[in-house]
């Protein structure tokens, strides 16, 4: 603590002024998406729609078909996620036991692995995933991130924190590994798996670069794409409208709120991730 | 031998474990990595290779203007972004901890960090609407007189890789907090009483014992923002128009545009090749220069 009231003051400002920051683009943006069509395209500040009216989310429902988009996506989120933390946990647990002989190289090889992104590799993997006949799937988004080197390495750091006496315990009344896993270090672990889990949950669920390259089918586009494609004003959709800035902002509303409810637990979670990994530093 | 087996017998378990996850992989990460770099000496035709031509595409991608032109954009945008993302942060991290009224002090944690949650779509979707000719701040501008005409922001060469580097920032800046954060919170409460007896102000306060104390902190930041800008793509592919390509194509998204749309898979290598080699380098020379181990 600095116990200055002068920097009191400032420290007060400075974060009314940033969180105005983030805060007005927001306000703009939902009260521009309860606007009508007409008062949308009116220039002037909008912190409140000039008529109360879910116009803009109609449009976007019934014409755009935005439901279809938002299901892929939760599907693609709910299914990935489940299985990159299952995969993740598993390889957390081997990389945190002592006295494994070729530990190091496998720890290498997934170090190695966050070395190389998929913005990188971008053109080669479109050709694997040609190869797997994995072009237009949702599958396609599920296997881009099965597991991730960052993530088996959150969970490593978990597990480690678990004395060694519990396994050698389980071990002399007879455990085998899959049950010490499960029954010992799974259930031990939950804020790590959580952390895990919810970012992986946001990091599917903004996914853009896989869903952009992988597919062009209508039918399973995800919900960021199909977002990009209102918010560009890309001529993509069958019907004719012109799309005004009110249905535009209600896309984002829309893609927003699932986030939104998440929030309180991906605070709880995700911050004290971001605590406990910087501190151990 | 017997010693081998035995290891194996012991751990095989354990190793099976992990095998499925090695093989993953191999199959989606090293194999299109060797892949990649087999590509860029290849001539690449719409049907699949037609033979090694050795350096033919690395030439084309040291000589072509428009590669040569977004690998600079590149190197601009990134230094930008990890000057600007990495300086930033401190001061709104030292403001929180100096907030005692836990209320506040989550209200505006929870409100800073909100951005870094939001997809580049949304990021774009939210700042399109606000910087729009019609929109929130041409209107003031124009209406209190400081613009005549409004300005299209989105469309403006001028503007397109400040708002680049702006918007990222902006998204960043309460991850990056939280992690300055958590390093001023370990810091020990004695440390600034014994600077009061010696009679430090403010600044010498955070000059002397915060700055020094988050240095690993600023260490690991300067080097995530680095890495992670060098990679710019999705927000270079919403913002990229007729106007602003010179000025924000990036290398990612030359490799997009040119192996993935007009399948010139050879050229697009050579060019991922390019930026892998650009990413080593300036991580490693930024490691030994803010002596990270």
């Given at each position: 603590m600095l116990k200055s009231r002068g920097f009191l003051i400032f420290s007060y400002s400075l974060l009314g002024l940033l969180s105005i920051m983030m805060i007005v683009p927001l306000i703009n943006v939902i009260a521009t998406s309860f606007s009508t069509g007409l008062g949308s395209m009116q220039p002037g500040v909008i912190f409140w729609p000039d008529k109360f009216t879910f116009e803009a989310y109609e449009v976007l429902w019934r014409r755009l078909e935005y439901w279809r988009p938002l299901m892929n996506t939760i599907f693609v989120t709910s299914v990935g996620s489940i299985i990159h933390v299952f995969l993740s946990a598993i390889g957390g647990y081997v990389l945190a036991q002592s006295s494994l002989p070729g530990k190091k190289l496998i720890a290498i090889i997934i170090l190695l692995?966050?070395?190389?992104?998929s913005q990188i590799i971008m053109v080669p993997l479109f050709v694997v995933f040609k190869q797997f006949h994995l072009l237009n799937t949702l599958t396609s988004l599920i296997v881009a991130e099965l597991v991730s080197g960052f993530s088996i390495l959150l969970m490593k750091t978990y597990f480690e924190r678990i004395p060694i006496e519990l396994k050698e315990s389980a071990k002399i009344d007879g455990a085998n590994t899959w049950m010490i896993f499960l029954k010992i270090y799974v259930p031990l672990t939950f804020p790590g798996l959580a952390t895990v889990l919810l970012f992986d949950v946001v990091r599917k669920y903004n996914m853009f670069i896989e869903p952009l390259i992988f597919i062009n089918d209508p039918l399973k586009m995800t919900l960021q794409v199909a977002l990009k494609s209102i918010v560009l004003n890309d001529q993509v959709t069958s019907t004719n409208d012109i799309i005004t800035p009110n249905v535009v902002s209600a896309g984002i509303v829309l893609a927003l709120a699932p986030l939104i409810l998440f929030y309180p637990a991906i605070q709880r979670y995700f911050i004290t991730g971001i605590y406990s990994g910087a501190v151990k530093e | 031998m017997s010693i081998f087996s035995k290891q194996f017998r012991d751990h095989w378990q354990l190793y099976a474990f992990i095998f499925p996850i090695l093989l993953y992989f191999v199959i989606f990460v090293f194999y299109p990595l060797a892949q990649g770099i087999w590509m860029s000496f290849q001539k690449m035709g719409l049907l699949g290779p037609m033979g090694f031509i050795g350096q033919e595409n690395y030439r084309i991608v040291f000589t072509d203007p428009t590669v040569i032109q977004s690998t600079i954009s590149t190197i601009v945008i990134a230094a930008n972004i990890t000057i600007f993302g990495f300086a930033l942060p401190i001061l709104p991290a030292i403001a929180i901890h100096e907030i005692t009224r836990i209320t506040w002090k989550r209200l505006f944690q929870t409100i800073i960090y909100?951005?870094?949650?939001?997809s580049w779509v949304i990021i774009i979707g939210i700042w399109m609407n606000l910087l729009s000719p019609i929109g929130l701040v041409n209107s003031i501008l124009v209406s209190i007189g400081l613009l005549d005409i409004p300005i299209s922001f989105f469309s403006s060469p001028n503007f397109a890789r400040t708002l680049l580097v702006a918007q990222t920032v902006w998204k960043d800046l309460g991850f990056n907090a939280v992690i300055y954060l958590a390093a001023i919170v370990s810091i020990n409460p004695e440390l600034y009483e014994a600077a009061e007896i010696d009679g430090a102000s403010v600044f010498h306060k955070i000059r002397y014992i915060i700055l020094p104390h988050i240095y690993p902190a600023m260490q690991i930041v300067f080097l995530i923002t680095l890495v992670g800008s060098l990679r710019t793509f999705d927000s270079s592919y919403l913002m990229t128009n007729g106007l602003t390509a010179d000025k924000i194509t990036t290398l990612a998204m030359l490799i997009y545009e040119r192996?993935?749309?007009?399948?010139?898979l050879g050229v697009a290598s050579a060019a991922g090749v390019l930026l892998l080699a650009i990413s080593i380098l300036f991580a490693l020379t930024a490691s030994k220069i803010v002596g990270y181990k």
């Open positions: 692995t966050l070395t190389i992104p | 909100m951005p870094y949650l939001f192996g993935l749309l007009e399948f010139d």
